[in-house]
């Protein structure tokens, strides 16, 4: 029996588990390598693809499923395969940028997450709506999540307005001030990890959400215990039921020592 046995730790990359130069410190990789030794489960949850996860396979390696593309592809790393999708339907999709299009020219970009490993981008400022319509038709892949990139102000001003007439459809979260993704509404990084705890491993009894931004709201709400970073926005520090240290200062690797802490306290 490990001391860990049980836990299932799922953190955000970017600004969570990683420095602002994109590296995982050596507490971090040292706690997350014990915290597996003694029988937790580790993995990321990432708006990003599949593939990402080999930037950090020489120092560290999940041992659960991979939560990729915030959450729309739950992702084998063992076996390089897909082990749950939730794509976006495609008509829905088409209607929702008829609407962006039409209604916001100062939209610098589209970029279109298919196939879980690649991107289609699509500039609105350069095109016409002949050239959106044609873009759609002769697309036959499955589309995961899509990140729309404009001005700081101007993203929240679309998130509002879309996610009122989108909302039965789609997920609308800010991964950065001028990124927002959209996604299923079926699909988000909190919905993978109970997925994972509800039906791959009966062995999960609490799973352990960490992150920094709004499109870990989901990850934090949804998981037994949430972790929020110190250098979280706002809104996610209000959703999560702790905050650590920040992304900087070894995030990872104080919740792991803080929940070894409270096990062998008996908490």
């Given at each position: 029996m490990g001391l860990f046995d049980g836990y299932l730790i799922c953190t955000d990359c970017d600004g969570t588990l990683t420095s602002e130069e994109k590296q995982i410190s050596d507490k971090n990789i040292e706690a997350i390598n014990y915290f597996q030794k003694e029988g937790g489960l580790f993995t990321l949850a990432t708006g990003r693809f599949p593939s990402h996860m080999k930037n950090f396979q020489d120092r560290l390696k999940v041992n659960a499923p991979f939560v990729s593309m915030n959450g729309a592809v739950l992702f084998d790393t063992d076996n390089n395969d897909v082990i749950a999708e939730w794509p976006m339907k495609t008509q829905d999709v088409r209607e929702l940028f008829y609407y962006i299009y039409d209604n916001y020219n100062e939209v610098w970009e589209y970029w279109f997450n298919i196939d879980y490993e690649s991107s289609i981008n699509f500039k609105p400022m350069e095109s016409s709506r002949e050239d959106l319509e044609k873009?759609?038709?002769?697309?036959?892949?499955?589309?995961?999540?899509?990140?729309?990139?404009?001005?700081?102000?101007?993203?929240?001003?679309?998130?509002?307005?879309?996610?009122?007439?989108?909302?039965?459809?789609f997920r609308f979260d800010l991964s950065w001030p001028n990124g927002l993704e959209i996604q299923s509404v079926d699909s988000s990084k909190g919905k993978a990890v109970r997925y994972m705890k509800n039906h791959l491993d009966k062995d999960i009894k609490i799973t352990i959400g960490v992150g920094d931004y709004e499109n870990d709201i989901s990850l934090i709400e949804d998981a037994d215990l949430g972790y929020a970073v110190d250098n979280a926005i706002d809104s996610v520090k209000k959703a999560a039921d702790r905050i650590t240290v920040s992304n900087k200062e070894d995030a990872i690797a104080n919740i792991i020592y803080e929940i070894e802490k409270e096990i062998r306290d008996g908490k």
């Open positions: 873009f759609f038709d002769d697309r036959d892949e499955k589309i995961y999540k899509i990140v729309i990139i404009q001005k700081e102000d101007l993203s929240k001003e679309i998130q509002k307005d879309i996610k009122e007439k989108f909302s039965d459809k």
